[in-house]
């Protein structure tokens, strides 16, 4: 490999989209925001001489140009991809299937990390030295981008692999709210006991998940994490690539963790629309709201949306990424879900077994069924909140919102 210089990337590369939020006392300039994968000096002389191996799909990137050719313009030894839900080009749709391939570009062959192979096998990862992981989470529970982050530690240390995590911002880094999962509900959209919004960048919870022990098998595992840049986490922090399809923007990023617990009931979230996970509806509303969407398959898409071509009728959670700044800001909100079980007539038709794996607690619905208030929900999960918060504040890489 060709020797590495010094590679001033930071004086030269754009910076990434950021601003923060303001303070009584003072006025500060704010500076640019850049993701580890920016830092290229920190890990480009690990990589030197090495096989590699890249978790990563289309948020994976340095100055909109991706990691993969990144790396591959300066010589370094890409030998494979791994790729989450959604797929290496982040367009396939929640839940498809996501196969193997090689990207055309590059002939770089892509391992999927979604379906029936969640975990890469010692087959897949023979020959790899060391694997970069490289994927913009958003901070919820239930988005699974941790859940295979959780699988590639364990893979990496089963098979002596060195591993990087390239750290990124937490688009809802600035809280922490919702109830914290029962283990006994444990599935891939919810592996360990942390609430719904954890206020961790993918790095620190990395960290986390070695640290406690969560991870089983990975107390020997040889990681490093390439931190942030200019990053603290009260910053409002806006994605440069969407993450994937049915978050297009920091509006629906804002909305998702109060409006996905929806995906555990008969209520259309806005998936086929313009407008995914910032409204909700139904068909039966109809005569109850006067807002109304209906859900298209977009292109290319395999599956319909639910509730495809009818008239949901419902409510817009969030016209614009300020709206759902102020009105979700440092909290979880239930009241949409509530509303929606109000006013559907079939309560007993309301929710679907996913809901419990969503919520992470098996409580949260039976709160809903009785008409528990929002304020009254919401404290009946301070303890084991308060109880995390030890544990989060042990692994915490940046200046703190607390």
Not at 126 to 151: A, C, H, P, W
Not at 223 to 234: G, R, S
Not at 302 to 319: E, F, I, S, V
Request: charged share 25%.
């Amino acid at each position: 490999m060709k020797r590495f210089g010094l590679y001033l990337l930071f004086a030269v590369l754009m910076p990434v989209c950021v601003w923060a939020q303001g303070t009584d006392d003072e006025e500060e300039e704010d500076l640019p925001v850049y993701p580890g994968a920016y830092d290229m000096n920190a890990y480009l002389p690990m990589l030197e001489g090495k096989k590699v191996g890249i978790v990563m799909n289309q948020t994976s990137e340095i100055n909109r140009t991706s990691l993969l050719d990144t790396l591959l313009s300066r010589n370094v030894k890409v030998k494979k991809v791994y790729t989450p839900e959604h797929g290496f080009r982040g367009l396939s749709a929640e839940g498809e299937t996501v196969e193997n391939g090689v990207d055309a570009k590059t002939k770089t062959p892509i391992v999927s990390l979604y379906g029936n192979n969640k975990k890469p096998t010692d087959k897949q990862l023979k020959g790899i030295d060391v694997m970069i992981f490289d994927l913009q989470d958003v901070g919820v529970r239930f988005y699974t981008y941790i859940s295979t982050l959780e699988y590639v530690m364990q893979a990496c240390a089963e098979n002596d692999i060195h591993l990087i995590v390239l750290d990124r911002p937490n688009p809802n880094g600035f809280y922490i709210d919702g109830p914290v999962l029962d283990t006994s509900l444990r599935s891939f959209v919810g592996m360990q006991p942390v609430p719904i919004v954890y206020g961790m960048t993918i790095g620190e919870y990395a960290k986390m998940l070695q640290g406690e022990g969560w991870a089983k098998g990975t107390e020997q595992l040889k990681m490093d994490v390439i931190l942030c840049k200019n990053y603290e986490h009260f910053i409002r922090y806006k994605l440069p690539v969407a993450p994937s399809p049915n978050l297009p923007n920091a509006t629906s990023i804002l909305c998702y963790p109060s409006l996905c617990l929806m995906e555990g009931t008969v209520m259309s979230i806005g998936r086929g629309t313009d407008k995914p996970f910032q409204q909700w509806g139904h068909p039966s509303l109809k005569g109850k709201s006067s807002y109304y969407f209906t859900p298209v398959p977009y292109w290319g898409q395999k599956t319909k949306p639910l509730h495809a071509y009818q008239d949901c009728y419902g409510q817009l959670a969030a016209m614009n990424e300020s709206d759902a700044y102020y009105l979700l800001k440092d909290q979880l909100r239930l009241l949409f879900i509530q509303k929606a079980y109000y006013l559907f007539p079939e309560k007993d038709k309301f929710f679907n077994d996913y809901f419990e794996k969503l919520a992470g607690t098996r409580e949260l619905r039976r709160q809903i069924e009785k008409g528990v208030k929002e304020e009254d929900i919401k404290a009946s999960w301070q303890k084991d909140i308060n109880a995390f918060k030890k544990i989060r504040k042990k692994y915490v890489l940046y200046k703190d919102f607390e």
